[in-house]
């Protein structure tokens, strides 16, 4: 079992910056693949980015690509993950969720292979 908890979302202006935070608890640190979604009004879930357990490796989706980065934090037995968010834009208003897993491969865009998620948190970017 794992607990997934997310933070940092807000009201922004477009052009601003905004870094999320999730924290996953409940197994050793440095062992999750961790991952942000989101999902706005009317519209389905979408892949955001991803990090994998060591944090060696990343995917991006497209749109975010070059504007946002993910990192983590796996030191003193932490499974912190972070989204520098940069040049925020209007359509980038979501509920961004976290999640987690601990096995499968290596990188993985797809929600369904995430057992673990965060309540969500907002993110409005105001024109």
């Known amino acids: 079992q794992a607990h997934v908890v997310e933070s940092g979302g807000g009201l922004v202006q477009a052009g601003d910056s905004l870094r999320l935070s999730c924290a996953a608890s409940?197994?050793?640190?440095?062992?999750?693949?961790m991952a942000w979604f989101r999902q706005a009004p009317g519209k389905e879930r979408e892949f955001v980015a991803t990090?994998?357990?060591?944090?060696?490796?990343?995917?991006?989706s497209d749109i975010v690509k070059g504007r946002f980065t993910i990192s983590r934090d796996n030191t003193k037995n932490k499974n912190t993950v972070f989204l520098q968010m940069n040049n925020l834009q209007p359509e980038d208003t979501a509920q961004y969720y976290c999640?987690?897993?601990?096995?499968?491969?290596?990188?993985?865009?797809?929600?369904?292979?995430?057992?673990?998620w965060g309540q969500g948190t907002q993110v409005t970017v105001s024109s």
């Open positions: 990090i994998s357990w060591s944090g060696d490796s990343t995917s991006y």
């Open positions: 409940g197994h050793t640190a440095g062992t999750y693949a």
């Open positions: 999640a987690a897993r601990f096995t499968g491969r290596l990188i993985d865009t797809t929600p369904q292979v995430y057992p673990y």
